[in-house]
């Protein structure tokens, strides 16, 4: 292998341990910044001599993964949000998506998809290869999707097909969302693409082989593999709203992220938008292509995407595991309790601090209490309303 690509590899695996240790460090600092956060017994023992960030205190709360009942629920609230949105937003949380996958792209082009040795990482025995290509490059693009904000395409259709099942979306909202994000991503992706040939990156080159693979795949592999490709990413996401929902850090995220997405990449399914990204930076960089193989390709893993990720994780698995009306109001219940705990945590941990910001960071929790309480009691639950206390009974 030429030593320019071991460097490569190299300064990969180097960066990845680097983020590893920086992230261990950072959870050892705060073990021992706030002990309360992690020992409970010790905390009990031995009074505090002052008080502990509120935010610790919500870790201690909320660091707990979702059941599936609550995490289905909340991507059919969030499936119904989006689809609200004006057309306008979709599009531009998509175009931002969409850059950050082509970003993706560019990264495991330059390590995986540019090692030496004959063979591309496709071919029979070339293992370790796949392993690299799917290890840097795509969970990158979904981990910043998921923490920016960003809508790509095909996570919306996970919320769609969730929030479609449950009645909270109408269909022409949720092909409003779809449709905008689609094309969002769209520009995101040849946008990066042409960057990459623009800069003459190490990863123009690498991608034109990249592409003429996936231009040569039948329409059922191409669509099985969308199928697969979808699957993994809305499994991902489901992943990450469990992780992060529940109170989890960005490292709940980063681990949620990147084990189905590498196994995507590794395992040579197909995204679409992925492939916008491919066959634009190899078409710039000199990569002959019938125009029918990659209208076929595009088509058919959007086909196998929409199956993958909207109609098996956003519509099968809310109804094989998700919320059912007594779920939903237990979920509503359950959100109450760790806010009250939170609520109460936060009090002893304040209580006889004069400090300005935890006070208003108290009140807010307060504020978010009321919230979820008229939330609650339009979802079935009614409350004395007396002295501010809301004792929960089923109407």
């Not at 392993?131 to 990158?140: I, R, V």
């Not at 850090?249 to 189905?260: H, I, K, Q, S, T």
């Not at 219940?333 to 945590?345: C, D, E, G, I, P």
Request: aromatic fraction near 8%; proline fraction near 3%.
């Amino acid at each position: 292998m030429p030593r320019h690509h071991l460097a490569r590899v190299a300064l990969a695996v180097a960066l990845t341990v680097a983020l590893a240790a920086h992230t261990a460090s950072g959870t050892v600092a705060l073990r021992a910044r706030t002990p309360g956060v992690y020992a409970h017994a010790a905390r009990a023992s031995a009074p505090l001599h002052r008080a502990a960030p509120l935010v610790d205190v919500r870790a201690r709360v909320h660091n707990s993964l979702l059941t599936p009942a609550e995490t289905f629920k909340i991507m059919e609230d969030e499936g119904a949000k989006r689809s609200l949105e004006p057309f306008e937003k979709l599009l531009w949380k998509g175009l931002a998506a969409g850059m950050l996958i082509g970003t993706g792209g560019i990264l495991c082009s330059s390590v995986g998809g540019d090692i030496g040795g004959g063979e591309f990482f496709w071919a029979e025995g070339m293992g370790i290869k796949r392993l690299l290509f799917g290890a840097f490059g795509y969970p990158l693009s979904i981990i910043c999707v998921a923490a920016t904000g960003s809508s790509a395409f095909t996570g919306n259709l996970a919320f769609a097909g969730a929030a479609l099942r449950s009645g909270r979306a109408t269909p022409g909202g949720a092909f409003q969302m779809a449709l905008a994000t689609f094309l969002g991503c769209l520009m995101g992706c040849v946008f990066m693409g042409v960057l990459t040939h623009v800069c003459d990156l190490p990863a123009a080159i690498p991608t034109i082989a990249i592409a003429q693979h996936k231009a040569h795949l039948t329409i059922a592999q191409t669509i099985g593999r969308g199928i697969g490709g979808g699957w993994l990413i809305a499994l991902a996401i489901t992943l990450a709203t469990a992780a992060t929902k529940g109170g989890g850090n960005f490292a709940d995220l980063a681990l949620a992220v990147w084990f189905p997405i590498s196994t995507y990449v590794i395992c040579d399914f197909e995204h679409s938008l992925a492939n916008m990204f491919f066959f634009t930076a190899a078409i710039l960089s000199g990569g002959e292509f019938e125009t029918a193989d990659v209208v076929k390709n595009l088509v058919c893993s959007t086909a196998g995407n929409i199956i993958g990720a909207g109609v098996l994780v956003g519509a099968f698995l809310p109804w094989a595991s998700g919320p059912t009306e007594i779920d939903s109001r237990q979920a509503l219940l359950n959100a109450y309790s760790r806010l009250v705990s939170t609520n109460n945590a936060a009090e002893e941990e304040l209580c006889g601090i004069e400090d300005e910001q935890c006070m208003e960071e108290s009140i807010a929790l307060e504020v978010k209490k009321a919230e979820l309480i008229q939330v609650a009691a339009a979802a079935g639950y009614g409350g004395s309303g007396k002295s501010g206390k809301n004792k929960y009974k089923k109407n």
